[in-house]
């Protein structure tokens, strides 16, 4: 008969996101896995087989938590102007790093490392770009200067605004100075203006 898992899928899930967040895919070692799960060697193989597998659990807990959060507040009809809900996105992801949190998005960073090479880790992170694509596409169809654009000119805007948010979050993640960063919010207020 076998064991019962003496841990916590979801909380196992969680702390592993935070590694991975923190260090990055190919930063993340197995002893930092375990270390930060507070798992042992043959609990996490045993409850999510390889790292791999792990990181592709990790991004859907962040897709369902950050992204889904993030196109909340990009289809929040109590900001009726949807260009405010953009900004209030980029603002927001640069108040983060001004009070210390340089993590950048998980996305991003496995848009800059692992995506390079493995195909599974490129459908799930463009999966969850895509998703908040999405969410910026329906926020420039609420902003009064941008629903009259066609599908296609919104979508062209949409994916402009969305490489200026990786852009933003990944150099975040790299430590760039405030200034800049600043620059690129403010640049983003000027191309929805």
């Not at 076998?2 to 899930?13: H, V």
């Not at 490129?122 to 066609?150: E, F, N, Q």
């Amino acid at each position: 008969m076998a064991r019962p898992r003496s841990f916590d899928t979801d909380d196992a899930l969680e702390k592993a996101m935070h590694v991975f967040w923190q260090r990055g895919y190919e930063g993340a070692s197995l002893p930092d896995l375990l270390d930060g799960m507070g798992l042992t060697r043959g609990s996490l193989y045993k409850a999510f087989t390889d790292k791999k597998t792990l990181f592709l659990k990790v991004l859907e807990r962040y897709e369902t938590q950050a992204v889904e959060a993030g196109v909340a507040m990009l289809s929040d009809p109590a900001v009726p102007n949807g260009a405010e809900r953009i900004m209030a996105m980029f603002r927001g992801s640069y108040q983060n790093v001004v009070e210390g949190d340089a993590r950048g998005c998980l996305l991003c960073t496995a848009a800059a490392g692992p995506c390079n090479y493995d195909e599974e880790i490129a459908k799930a992170v463009s999966r969850g770009l895509g998703t908040l694509r999405g969410g910026i596409y329906v926020a420039l169809g609420a902003s009064p200067r941008h629903a009259t654009l066609s599908e296609a000119e919104r979508g062209a805007l949409a994916d402009m605004v969305l490489a200026q948010y990786v852009g933003l979050r990944t150099m975040a993640r790299a430590r760039i100075d405030h200034g800049t960063l600043h620059n690129i919010v403010r640049s983003v207020g000027v191309m929805l203006a």
